[in-house]
């Protein structure tokens, strides 16, 4: 039987793509994130399944639920909030699996940025603004950031930040970035993005922090950063994308 790396999106079950549907209804046990992986989308796993929430469980205990589960003959979902390609732990999980002897595969899910940019109503990717976005977070009780991964070095692109397992330093991330992108700079923060408790806060380097701090926003949030996300162009003329120009030759 497989271990089936399903990314369980943002939150709402109707963004489960169709393949996600179809593994999560077949799978006997299902092993998911409590604090992101919604009622929603669980309602998706078959009558009598066993749900096992790893909130509070580490990597080697998970790991026992995987090989017991497929050892029963099961076939087993483990869901991922957002995309398993982000920050899931998808590399430690597949090679203890791997040393098991156990089969696995990926499922991908909407991302919480990509969700966070379609609540926004923006693209992350503006001509002559920003065509960079890069995908990061934040260090505090974690492991360490990679040398040349400083939010400093990363600002100096000018690109549009995209910060995951952020929230709770949003004011060190706003004085560190002001520098870069200016004070006027406008973020984005969207918590628990299509879920029934979404909120969605606009601002600027100067104040965004202020605003975070007084909704009590703590988790499961994304922190979006760049000229991108300014709702109007500067004065002038905007910039349309070559891709679509009339000027280009077809």
Known sequence: MTVHFIGAGPGAADLLTVRAVRLLNTSAVCLY??????AEVLAHCP???????TARLDLGQITEHLVRAHRAGHDVARLCSGDPSLYSALHEHTRRLDIAGVPWDVTPGVPAYAAAAAILGRELTVPE????????????????????????KLAVTGATLVLHLAITQVHAIASRLEPFY??????????RATQHDEL????TLRDIADAVEKAGLRQAAVIMVGPALRRARPAGDPVESHLYSSSRDR
């Open 129 to 152: 603004l920003a065509q960079t976005v890069i995908l990061t977070r934040a260090q505090a009780r974690s492991t360490a950031m990679p040398d040349g991964e400083s939010l400093d």
């Open 47 to 53: 009558a009598g399944a066993e749900l096992i929430d």
């Open 182 to 191: 200016g004070a006027d700079c406008p973020v984005a923060v969207v918590h």
């Open 33 to 38: 994130a409590g604090t992101y992986v919604t």
């Open 200 to 203: 969605v806060l606009e601002g």
